[in-house]
């Protein structure tokens, strides 16, 4: 099988980098490796990368690090982070800084390129970024989502990352504020559905929504949940 995109494995073990890489050249992928951020960083300056697998425990930066500084620097390639098995907190710090899934060793190879395949479709679907072109920024409350550069920033210029799957959720709130959005709705909407079963689900991306913007999880003001019927986005959006 043929396939145009191109992963990155980061892992500082040999053996772990030329077993997924085997098994995504199996699949029809290209692939390139690095053991480390510094590598990783040399791969990206001289290529073009479709999707990072990246370890979280690496020497010097580790995973963690390594993808925050990535969505800092404005790059959208989707991040697949590693974990070890249980590492439930590591997992969601993963998450939190930017990463569009995660997958726990020791995995199963079928699983691995499902997600890989997830969250590539995911990507996929993300209009490209226009070059010269307007785009829009939304800006609710003290917030602003600016779709060029796919950054959520802070009345105090911080630059909030975001994973795939987040902004895509983000951006159908501010496409549909002040009505009652049903789960489905919002799937159809971020065009989720071709990821089932391996998306993460609306209920989850809601929550990581609410924290980043710091919208109270015991009392939202900003997505409110409609019980029985889903979320409602309730700030005032403009469009420029």
């Known amino acids: 099988m043929q396939n145009s995109s191109h992963i990155l494995v980061v892992d500082d073990h040999q053996e772990m ?8 050249e199996k699949d029809g992928y290209r692939v390139s490796t690095a053991s480390d951020g510094k590598e990783m960083r040399r791969a990206l300056s001289e290529r073009r990368v ?6 979280l425990m690496l020497p010097g930066d580790d ?5 925050r500084n990535l969505r800092a620097g404005s790059s959208s390639v989707p991040v697949i982070m590693l974990t070890a098995k249980g590492d439930d907190v590591d997992r969601i710090l993963g998450l939190e800084m930017g990463a569009d899934d995660y997958v726990a060793k020791p995995f199963s190879g079928r699983e691995l390129v499902a997600r890989i395949k997830a969250v590539l479709r995911r990507t996929h679907a993300l209009p490209p970024k ?3 072109a307007a785009v829009p920024v939304y800006r609710f409350g003290e917030w602003l989502l600016d779709t060029g550069k ?3 920033e802070s009345a105090t ?8 799957g987040e902004y895509k959720l983000l ?8 009505r009652v959005l049903t789960r489905d709705q919002l799937l159809d909407l971020a065009k989720g559905r071709s990821a089932a079963p391996f998306d993460r689900s ?3 991306q809601v929550s990581r929504l609410r924290r980043k913007i710091g919208d109270d999880a015991k009392d939202p003001k900003v997505i409110k949940t409609v019980w029985g019927g889903g979320y409602i986005f309730t700030p005032k959006v403009t469009c420029e």
């Open 157 to 164: 210029d911080i630059v909030v990352p975001l994973s795939t």
């Open 130 to 132: 226009p070059e010269g």
């Open 150 to 152: 796919r950054e959520l």
């Open 202 to 204: 609306v209920d989850l």
């Open 171 to 178: 951006l159908a709130f501010l496409q549909h504020p002040q």
């Open 50 to 55: 479709d999707l990072i697998v990246l370890d």
């Open 63 to 67: 995973g963690l690090t390594l993808c």
């Open 17 to 24: 980098r030329n077993l997924i890489g085997q098994l995504l």
